[in-house]
């Protein structure tokens, strides 16, 4: 489908551009996505809506020109039907993960037009990760998936806060190494309070936040041999950690079994 729309445009000099091109691609699936109800060309479509949002990355387009909000209008509402089927007919937990994903494409197309601060779109970014992670955007059968996805999301926008540079990029903030450092201990305690919740994901960006301070601290300090033994011994004792987690998470799910 999407080569008849290269020809024609090719043969009657049209200029359309990428984004176009996957516009009719996708709005042209969508009666199949409605009639036939298969998941893989669900699936399909989510994807090629992914990879439509990225490429309103690009291009001439701004914020207060009608042809790009009619683009992004047809983004929000791709997402939104995308949404309401997974929860209304599919039920697939792949099909949510994409959909999950798609707000926040949304949210960087936006922010990165409006060339907003990266301090504020990482904060959105992080809030976005919490709401995923406190309310499901489907309902209870998306619980797990959206929960393990919004851990994720927060915890990389949590690891973009605990670089000072970042912090310097806000005009009001000169010097950002008090406010990382701070931001930082304040969001590991929050990542071992999830994780004596039984989130085991949130354990790996607690290693990786030890792991970044310790490299920024030890590195040019001590002898690259110790340095790399000392992190190697803190790795075998996150996973160690991370097995008693994991095994203490499958005997309270197995007592609970056993209950019911």
């Given at each position: 489908m999407e080569?008849v729309?290269f020809?024609?445009?090719?043969t009657y000099?049209l200029?359309?551009?990428?984004?176009d091109?996957?516009?009719?691609?996708?709005?042209?699936?969508?009666?199949?996505?409605?009639?036939?109800?298969?998941?893989?060309?669900?699936?399909?479509?989510?994807?090629?809506?992914?990879?439509?949002?990225?490429t309103?990355?690009?291009?001439?387009?701004w914020?207060g020109?009608?042809?790009?909000?009619?683009?992004?209008?047809l983004?929000?509402l791709?997402?939104?039907?995308?949404?309401y089927?997974?929860?209304k007919?599919?039920?697939?937990?792949?099909s949510?993960?994409?959909?999950?994903?798609?707000?926040?494409?949304?949210?960087?197309?936006?922010?990165?037009?409006?060339?907003?601060?990266?301090?504020a779109?990482?904060?959105?970014?992080?809030?976005?990760g919490?709401?995923?992670?406190?309310?499901?955007?489907?309902?209870?059968?998306?619980?797990?998936?959206?929960?393990v996805?919004?851990?994720?999301?927060?915890?990389?926008?949590?690891?973009?806060?605990?670089?000072?540079?970042?912090?310097e990029?806000?005009?009001?903030?000169?010097?950002?190494?008090?406010?990382?450092?701070v931001?930082?201990i304040a969001?590991?305690?929050?990542?071992?309070?999830?994780t004596r919740?039984?989130?085991?994901?949130?354990?790996i960006?607690?290693?990786?936040?030890?792991?970044?301070?310790?490299?920024?601290?030890?590195?040019?300090f001590?002898?690259?041999?110790v340095?790399?033994?000392?992190?190697?011994?803190?790795?075998?004792?996150?996973?160690?950690?991370?097995?008693?987690?994991?095994r203490?998470?499958?005997?309270?799910?197995?007592?609970k079994?056993l209950?019911?």
């Open positions: 080569a729309f020809l024609i445009d090719q000099n200029n359309l551009n990428v984004h091109h996957f516009a009719m691609w996708i709005i042209g699936l969508i009666p199949l996505v409605l009639i036939h109800k298969d998941l893989l060309v669900l699936l399909f479509t989510q994807i090629l809506t992914f990879i439509y949002m990225l309103l990355l690009e291009g001439g387009y914020i020109d009608l042809r790009y909000m009619i683009m992004f209008g983004g929000i791709l997402t939104g039907t995308w949404m089927l997974n929860h007919v599919y039920k697939s937990a792949i949510l993960f994409i959909n999950n994903l798609l707000p926040l494409i949304l949210l960087i197309v936006l922010f990165t037009r409006m060339e907003w601060n990266i301090v779109y990482t904060g959105i970014m992080l809030m976005y919490a709401y995923l992670f406190y309310r499901p955007l489907l309902g209870q059968f998306a619980k797990y998936i959206s929960g996805q919004g851990v994720i999301i927060m915890g990389i926008a949590g690891f973009m806060y605990s670089f000072e540079d970042l912090w990029e806000w005009s009001l903030i000169s010097d950002g190494t008090t406010i990382a450092v931001f930082s969001f590991i305690v929050y990542l071992f309070w999830l919740q039984g989130i085991v994901t949130s354990l960006f607690i290693c990786l936040f030890i792991l970044r301070f310790y490299f920024d601290t030890f590195y040019d001590l002898p690259k041999s340095f790399f033994i000392i992190g190697g011994g803190i790795l075998i004792a996150f996973g160690y950690y991370l097995e008693r987690v994991k203490k998470k499958g005997e309270i799910e197995h007592a079994n209950e019911s």
